[in-house]
Every structure is written in C-alpha cells, then in structure tokens.
C-alpha cells in the first residue's frame, strides 16, 4: 500500500465534507417532512404578526421568501423564520401584517404559516440529495463490478 500525499488528504478531504452536507440535508428534510406530519395531525391555529419579509434569488434554483413572525401561546412569545416560496413570500409583501399560523400545543416553538405549513425548499434538497446518492452508489456498484470482474481467476 502506497503512502497518501497531500493531494490525496484534500480528495479525501472533500469527499468526507460532501458527504457530511449531504447528511445534514437528508436529516434536515426528514425532520421537515415529521414536522409537517405532526402539525397536520395535531396543530392549533393562531395568529402571528410578520415581522420581515426578504425577497432572495438562488440562480438557478429560483427565488424565494424568508420570512419571520412572532407569535404567542399561553403568555409566551416565539420568534420564528421560515422559508417560503415566492408566491407566498410576494403575496404577503402586500398583504395584511398579521397572519394565521399552525403550531404544536405541545412544542409551541414549532410553527409554520398556514399558507406554507412545510418548507418545501428542504424537502426538494432532499429529494435531490436522494437521488445524487443513488446515482453515486449505482456509480461505485458498477465500477466495483468492472474491477471484480477483470481480476485473474485462479481456479
């Protein structure tokens, strides 16, 4: 076995950190995806007053909203940011200040806009951190293959 060189460390380096962001994004797209199952099957509606709204553009994946609201729940105040879709975020821009919300009684600090109860941003990351991760495994399987199948028999 040869000794690695710098070179080597950086590839290795790299691939490491993809594949961790490529985790982080899985897991955060889960989480989103058991969040808006748990607000459909056990929220409670209230109203929150928006507190910003911004208007961002990520080239090609298109534009989209990041807004922030609070909201209060037996005497507490919650500050929450959310990412919405540009529909949503240009059709508030205009709108009423005040917004309906779901939460969780249970985790109040667990909201989302009645109009986007699910970020859907994270789930589509997720779906394509999916599908990126079967075509690099279908990638290594068939390259493995190739390598097993062109190694002298010794039978």
Same mark, same amino acid.
């Given at each position: 076995?040869?000794?690695?060189?710098m070179?080597?460390?950086l590839?290795?380096?790299?691939?490491?950190?993809?594949?961790?962001?490529?985790?982080?994004?899985?897991?955060?797209?889960?989480?989103?995806?058991?969040?808006?199952?748990?607000? *459909? *099957?056990?929220?409670?509606?209230?109203?929150?007053?928006?507190?910003?709204?911004?208007?961002?553009?990520?080239?090609?994946?298109?534009?989209?909203?990041?807004i922030?609201?609070?909201?209060?729940?037996?005497?507490?105040?919650?500050? @929450?940011?959310?990412?919405?879709? *540009?529909?949503? $975020?240009?059709?508030?821009?205009?709108?009423? @200040?005040?917004?309906?919300?779901?939460?969780?009684? @249970? *985790?109040?600090?667990? $909201?989302?806009?009645?109009? !986007?109860?699910?970020?859907?941003?994270?789930?589509?990351?997720?779906?394509? #951190?999916?599908?990126?991760?079967? #075509?690099? !495994?279908?990638?290594?399987?068939?390259?493995?293959?190739? #390598? !097993?199948?062109?190694?002298?028999?010794?039978?």
């Open positions: 076995m040869r000794n690695l060189n070179a080597d460390l590839v290795i380096a790299g691939l490491c950190a993809g594949i961790l962001l490529y985790m982080i994004t899985l897991i955060m797209g889960i989480w989103e995806i058991i969040t808006a199952h748990r607000l *459909k *099957k056990h929220a409670r509606s209230t109203t929150a007053r928006i507190e910003d709204i911004d208007i961002k553009s990520a080239g090609q994946a298109g534009t989209y909203g990041k922030r609201f609070t909201y209060t729940v037996n005497d507490t105040t919650y500050t @929450k940011r959310q990412t919405i879709n *540009k529909y949503v $975020a240009m059709g508030l821009l205009s709108g009423p @200040k005040e917004v309906s919300i779901l939460f969780l009684p @249970k *985790k109040p600090s667990v $909201a989302r806009l009645v109009q !986007a109860p699910t970020n859907t941003m994270r789930i589509r990351s997720m779906v394509i #951190v999916l599908i990126t991760l079967v #075509v690099v !495994a279908l990638l290594i399987l068939i390259g493995v293959l190739l #390598v !097993a199948n062109n190694q002298p028999s010794y039978y």
